[in-house]
C-alpha cells in the first residue's frame, strides 16, 4: 500500500494481558516514529527509529513498554501487563530520513484495557 | 508541560469565513509544523514553516511564525465544511521526534 498501515485498528483486552501492536511504514521511509493520543488531547512521544541507529526510547513511560524494527522496515510496539491507564490511540508515522520530511501517519490503533 | 499549545482548544465558525489558530511553544525551534486529524484517523502534515521565515501559503491556508514571541498562527481562509477536524501544531527542536501541542478542535458550519 502507499501509506503507513497499522494493525489491529482496536484492541480491546483484559489488565494484566501482554499486547504487540504493529506498524508497516512507506516503503523506503528510513525514519519510524511511535506516538500515543489520550480521548482528545496531543500526541506524546514514545519511541523514535532512524535508520541502523539505536532508538530514541526516550519517550516510553514504563518499561513496560519496548518496541522493535525488523529490517528497517515493520515495527513492533509491546506492553506488557497492561493497566487501564494505557487505553490510548496509538499512532505510528514514518518519514524518509526526519528532520524537515513530513511525518506520514496510519490511522493507529484504539487500544481499550478492561 | 508541552512544547506546544494551541490556542483556542475549539473554535466554532460559519462556512466561508477565516478561521485562526495559534500556537505558542518555550523553546528554541529549527522549523514549525501543522498538521490536521480528521476524527479517528491519523495526522496529515499541512504546512512546515523554518524558524527563519515568517510567513508561508498554501492553498487556503496561511502560516505565520513570530520567533521573538514564540509562536505561529494558522489561518484557513474561506473555511468549508470539509475543513472539521482537529489542527496540531508540531515543533522540531532537532533533538528528535516532533513535539505536538494538544490541538484546537476546528467545527464548519455548512
Known amino acids: 500500500g502507499a501509506g503507513v498501515s497499522q494493525s489491529p485498528s482496536n484492541k480491546v483486552t483484559e489488565k494484566g494481558k501482554d499486547v504487540e501492536l504493529r506498524c508497516d511504514p512507506i516503503?523506503?521511509?528510513?525514519?519510524l516514529y511511535w506516538y500515543r493520543q489520550s480521548l482528545g488531547q496531543g500526541l506524546e512521544f514514545l519511541i523514535y527509529?532512524?535508520?541502523?541507529?539505536?532508538?530514541?526510547k526516550s519517550g516510553l513511560p514504563s518499561d513496560r513498554f519496548s518496541a522493535e524494527r525488523t529490517g528497517g522496515s515493520v515495527s513492533t510496539l509491546t506492553i506488557q501487563r497492561t493497566q487501564q491507564e494505557d487505553s490510548a490511540v496509538y499512532l505510528c508515522?514514518?518519514?524518509?530520513?526526519?528532520?524537515?520530511?513530513?511525518?506520514?501517519f496510519g490511522d493507529g490503533t484504539r487500544l481499550s484495557i478492561l | 508541560s508541552q512544547q506546544g499549545e494551541e490556542d483556542p482548544q475549539a473554535l466554532s465558525i460559519q462556512e466561508g469565513e477565516n478561521a485562526t489558530m495559534n500556537c505558542s511553544y518555550k523553546?528554541?525551534?529549527?522549523?514549525l509544523q501543522w498538521y490536521r486529524q480528521n476524527s479517528g484517523r491519523g495526522l496529515v502534515h499541512l504546512i512546515l514553516?523554518?524558524?527563519?521565515?515568517r510567513e508561508k501559503h498554501s492553498g487556503r491556508l496561511r502560516v505565520t511564525l513570530d520567533t521573538s514571541k514564540k509562536s505561529s498562527s494558522l489561518l484557513i481562509t474561506a473555511s468549508r465544511a470539509a475543513d472539521t477536524a482537529s489542527y496540531f501544531c508540531?515543533?522540531?527542536?532537532?533533538?528528535?521526534?516532533?513535539?505536538f501541542g494538544s490541538g484546537t478542535r476546528l467545527q464548519v458550519q455548512p
Open positions: 508540531a515543533t522540531d527542536t532537532g533533538r528528535r521526534a516532533l513535539t
Open positions: 508515522a514514518s518519514s524518509r530520513t526526519g528532520g524537515e520530511w513530513p511525518q506520514h
Open positions: 516503503s523506503g521511509h528510513t525514519a
Open positions: 527509529f532512524q535508520g541502523n541507529s539505536a532508538p530514541d
Open positions: 523553546t528554541s525551534i529549527n522549523n
Open positions: 514553516i523554518r524558524s527563519n521565515e
